[in-house]
């Protein structure tokens, strides 16, 4: 991972083989109804459609997340065109949940704001671990 950085924006690579497979761009919230001192904002993932299926959007999620853990923020906001079924259905498996925040978008589809909650995520992680120690065979992806 590669970042870029300036004031109220970062920028995350993802290089393979010298060759660039992902993007993230992250930063403060654009919505004025967004708390910018507890929310940050994906403003854009993207992965090159050769590279889908082998992790990167994931293992950009979770800088992403890192990142925003070490900012102290604990709620994130993201919008995605509501007939992009792969992006949503990505944020879904990453655990985001729509607000009911909509804007208008091309193709009379709008955009939908979606949110991830870092606290609900590190509940949900704990209980994952919790239930690995009693012999559970929940499944993880360390990376």
């Known amino acids: 991972?590669?970042?870029?950085?300036?004031?109220?924006?970062?920028?995350?690579?993802?290089?393979?083989?010298?060759?660039?497979?992902?993007?993230?761009?992250?930063?403060?919230?654009?919505?004025?109804?967004?708390?910018?001192?507890?929310?940050?904002?994906?403003?854009?993932?993207?992965?090159r459609p050769g590279s889908w299926g082998q992790g990167i959007g994931s293992q950009l999620h979770a800088a992403f997340?890192?990142?925003?853990?070490?900012?102290?923020?604990?709620?994130?906001?993201?919008?995605?065109?509501e007939s992009n079924t792969r992006a949503h259905a990505f944020y879904v498996r990453h655990g985001w949940t729509p607000d009911g925040h909509q804007r208008p978008g091309p193709a009379d589809a709008n955009y939908v704001r979606l949110r991830l909650d870092l606290d609900l995520v590190g509940r949900r992680r704990l209980r994952q671990h919790q239930g690995e120690d009693r012999g559970s065979h929940n499944s993880h992806v360390h990376q």
């Open 1 to 47: 991972m590669r970042a870029l950085q300036a004031e109220n924006r970062t920028v995350l690579c993802a290089v393979r083989e010298g060759e660039l497979v992902g993007i993230l761009s992250m930063g403060d919230p654009v919505d004025v109804d967004v708390d910018a001192t507890t929310a940050g904002q994906l403003h854009q993932i993207h992965v």
């Open 65 to 81: 997340v890192r990142f925003l853990r070490e900012a102290s923020l604990t709620t994130e906001v993201v919008e995605a065109w």
